[in-house]
Structure formats: C-alpha cells, structure tokens
T-cell receptor
C-alpha cells in the first residue's frame, strides 16, 4: 500500500517564476492538506482540499493556490515566487477532514528560490 | 484560536535514561493532540494521538503521552532513550467543528548522548 507521494523531490526556481507541486494521497484517503516548513521551523498550514473544494485556508497570500482532482490527488501552485518561499512543502492526506483523523505526511518537496 | 507551546527547543539525554518533551496547548474547543517525529531528511511520522478517549496514550517505539486538561499539557515521555530516537519532535493540536487544520509547535530537537 503506497503512502503519500509527492513530486518533484527537489526544485530550484528564480524569483518571479511560478511552480506547481503535486501530491498523491494514501490509498483510501480523500482529503489533502498542504503545509510549508521553513528551515528550522514547524510546518505551517496552507490549505486543505476535500471533495475538490478548498475547505480551509491558513494565512498565506493568494499567490498560493491549489486544486484537487476527482482521483483525490492535488496540486499546489505558487505564483510570483519570492526568496521567502524557499521551504519544504509537505502534503498530508486523511480520510475525511475531521480534526481527529490522522494526517499522513509525504516526504515533501524542497523548493529553493534564487 | 488554537496553539501549542513546546517548552524546550533542545533536549539532551544519555542513552538508556528517560526522555521528557514538554508541550502546553491552547484550544477553544475539545482538541485532538498529536506528537509527530521528523528524522533528518525524512517526512513526518505520527508517534501517537489523543482524541478524547483515554488520557494516557501509548504510541510507537515505546513513547507515551498524558493529556492533562487542568494543566493544558500533553507531555511526551519514554522510559529509556535509544540512539535512534535522535530527531525533531513536534507537538500538534487540531480542533474539530470546522477548524481541523493542524497547528504545529516550533519543535524540540532531541539529542542522545552515547
């Protein structure tokens, strides 16, 4: 049973560019959440998708957007990249959006913005 | 609003001695609480979770945590540290009723002294 997978593993972009990160949830899961983990920090919640809708959003600008597909996979898009967007981006999946459900994390995509 | 405070940014213990990682939480509702571990260059792994059942929660690898509502604490313990326990540990809170995002603490780096 495959766990949460993310692609790519590493990415280098320059300021002003746009990036798309991808996530496939654990088998049987229908909810995907995205987190940003800056170096030396705990992960920060970006948004959560359930039934192809953005269900909750953290304190991130509109440059961060996402999508969930009918097969429950998800994309995170970041436009107009800033140096401060350099971080590890984590995807987590769960069965249902309820808070007590365990979220399983993927290995992350490390984004470097130059 | 929900939040967690991890009281120690760095804890060092000798191999074979007890581990105590401290966490206090704040929540408007009855929370779910989690401890996750992150080894270098690896994803987040769930150690244990509390979801309003038994207040003493047992997790993987010999870890356990006790939910104390009166003290708003959820400290993580292990009777005997092993070299493989060296990692970053995150205390995490999630509320139900429409605010199911995970809110992470800033992390505690656990170092094991041989």
């Amino acid at each position: 049973d495959a766990g949460v997978t993310q692609s790519p593993t590493h990415l280098i972009k320059t300021r002003g560019q746009q990036v798309t990160l991808r996530c496939s949830p654990k088998s049987g899961h229908d909810t995907v959440s995205w987190y940003q983990q800056a170096l030396g920090q705990g992960p920060q919640f970006i948004f959560q998708y359930y039934e192809e809708e953005e269900r909750q959003r953290g304190n991130f600008p509109d440059r961060f957007s996402g999508h969930q597909f009918p097969n429950y996979s998800s994309e995170l898009n970041v436009n107009a990249l800033l140096l401060g967007d350099s971080a590890l981006y984590l995807c987590a999946s769960s069965f249902g959006p309820q808070g007590q459900e365990t979220q399983y994390f993927g290995p992350g995509t490390r984004l470097l913005v130059l | 609003a929900q939040s967690v405070t991890q009281l120690d940014s760095h804890v060092s213990v000798s191999e074979g001695t007890p581990v105590l990682l401290r966490c206090n939480y704040s929540s408007s509702y009855s929370p779910s609480l989690f401890w996750y571990v992150q080894h270098p260059n690896k994803g987040l792994q769930l150690l244990l979770k509390y979801t309003s059942a038994a207040t003493l929660v047992k997790g993987i690898n010999g870890f356990e945590a006790e939910f104390k509502k009166s003290e708003t604490s959820f400290h993580l313990t292990k009777p005997s540290a092993h070299m493989s326990d060296a990692a970053e540990y995150f205390c995490v809170v999630s509320e139900n009723f429409g605010n199911e995002k995970l809110t992470f603490g800033t992390g505690t780096r656990l170092t094991i002294i041989p």
